[in-house]
C-alpha cells in the first residue's frame, strides 16, 4: 500500500505455534532441518510435513489464520525502512499461480494488477540491490537462466518463466533477512 515516502509491503506466513508446539517431536525435527527448499522442477524439500507446509499450516483463500506479519517501508528508491513485526490475523482472498500473476502483470483489467505491478518493481530493484553487494543471484527470464540458492547456474524450462517467481523470491529473502535482525537486536 502506498505511504508517504514510498510503500508498506506486508509480508506475512502462518504462525504454527497452535499446528506445532515448542520442544514437540515435530519442533526439534524442523530445527535440525532448519529450513524447507525450493527448487525449480525439483521436487521441494519441506522443513514440515507436507499435510502441514502444504495444508493445515498454509495460507488457503477464505480461511483465516494466525500469522506473523513484517510490515516494511519501502521508498520509491527501494531504500527499506525500520521494519515492524507482530502476529496478525489474516483471511487470503485468494489463491494466485505463477502464470496468473504474469497475465495480471500485463492486463490492467486483471484483479490487483496494479498493486503486483508495484510489487514486481520493488522486488526488481531488491534483486539489482542484492546483487550489486555480491549476491550470486541470476533469474534472467528473457535468457532462462537462473542460479539455485547454492548458487549454481541452470536452465528454466520455458513454462517457469515467471516473474512472479523473482517478487515472492525477493520478498521472502528481505522478510527472513529483516527477521534475522530483528532477532539478533532483540
Known amino acids: 500500500r502506498k505511504s508517504p515516502k514510498g510503500f508498506i509491503v506486508d509480508v506475512s506466513i502462518a504462525d504454527l505455534t497452535s499446528i506445532v508446539p515448542m520442544g514437540s517431536e515435530l519442533d526439534r525435527k524442523a530445527e535440525e532441518i532448519a529450513f524447507s527448499t525450493y527448487r525449480d522442477g525439483v521436487a521441494t524439500i519441506p522443513m514440515l510435513p507436507r499435510e502441514i507446509s502444504e495444508g493445515t499450516g498454509s495460507l488457503m483463500p477464505e480461511e483465516e489464520h494466525e500469522t506473523m506479519t513484517i510490515s516494511i517501508p519501502v521508498s520509491q528508491e527501494g531504500e527499506i525502512g525500520k521494519p515492524k513485526i507482530f502476529k496478525s490475523r489474516l483471511k487470503s482472498s485468494r489463491k494466485l499461480n505463477y502464470a496468473w500473476v504474469d497475465e495480471a502483470l500485463g492486463d490492467a483489467a486483471k484483479p490487483y494488477h496494479s498493486q503486483l505491478v508495484k510489487l514486481n518493481a520493488i522486488a526488481e530493484k531488491l534483486l ?33 518463466r515467471h516473474r512472479a517467481n523473482i517478487i515472492i523470491q525477493e520478498f521472502m529473502i528481505l522478510a527472513n533477512m529483516l527477521g534475522a535482525e530483528y532477532m539478533i537486536d532483540h
Open 128 to 160: 539489482r540491490g542484492r546483487q550489486a553487494k555480491g549476491a550470486l543471484a541470476i533469474y534472467d527470464i528473457m535468457a532462462g537462466w537462473a542460479s539455485t540458492e547454492e548458487g549454481i547456474l541452470y536452465q528454466i524450462p520455458t513454462g517457469q
